[in-house]
């Protein structure tokens, strides 16, 4: 039975290996773009405390003294608000969607997003070159957060916020990557093309 599941898989690579490279290269593309600019604008940014002075989650600052990262909160006076969207640096321990704060538990969970997502790219139909990119930009945003754990004991530089949002939280670009994405695929998902739809009735006959 798993002989015949993988010959079927290689079958259906074989077939499919010109629309399965071109489906990669405009999610590598798309994931290297927005990457690039969620580690740009995280350096540009974000405005205070060296993390690499961390102790036991505490920052030193220039008098000595210690904080905890997490409660560095900057005063509304360093706020740039440019109306639509503000600025202000807030460093992240743990993700928006639980209250874990166990980094190898949360960096665990990302590689396996990530890995899981990566391979979805596999099964896109023909010519669908905006799920591709949508894939990149959640791969994108997946992999800025894990890097900025990796690299900053932990913890994620959050910089944006909505001005006119009352209860407004802080996030990054990699947060605005992977809520867009995913938001974008399932739309694609609910919506199909008709071209899609003949797409599937095509592969159904090969198998």
């Known amino acids: 039975m798993n002989k015949f599941k993988i010959k079927k898989f290689l079958h259906y690579l074989k077939n ?7 489906t990669y ?5 798309a994931l290297i773009v927005f990457l690039a600019i969620d580690q740009i ?3 540009l940014l974000f ?3 060296a993390i690499s002075t961390l102790n036991n989650h505490q920052v030193q600052f220039s008098d000595g003294s210690y904080k905890d990262a997490e409660s560095i909160y900057p005063g509304s006076d360093k706020w740039i608000n440019y109306v639509i969207i503000g600025v202000r640096s807030i460093w992240h321990g743990g993700i928006t969607f639980a209250k874990t704060r166990n980094t190898n538990l949360i960096q665990t969970i990302s590689i396996l997003l990530f890995i899981l997502i990566f391979c979805y790219g596999f099964f896109i139909e023909r010519k669908n070159k905006t799920r591709a990119i949508l894939i990149g930009c959640i791969l994108a945003g997946d992999l800025g957060n894990a ?3 990796f690299i900053f004991a932990g913890y994620v530089k959050d910089i944006f ?5 009352h209860s407004n939280g802080t996030f990054n670009f990699a947060d605005a990557l992977i809520f867009s ?5 399932l739309i694609t998902l609910l919506i ?5 739809h003949n797409y599937k009735r095509h592969q159904e006959a090969i198998l």
Not at 25 to 29: A, N, P, T
Not at 181 to 185: N, P, V
């Open 16 to 22: 499919n290996k010109k629309r399965i490279l071109i």
């Open 25 to 29: 290269i405009f999610m590598f593309g």
């Open 41 to 43: 604008t995280k350096n």
């Open 47 to 49: 405005s205070h405390g």
């Open 147 to 149: 890097l900025d754990r």
């Open 161 to 165: 916020y909505i001005p006119f949002v």
């Open 181 to 185: 994405g995913i938001i974008g695929l």
């Open 192 to 196: 199909p093309s008709k071209h899609n």
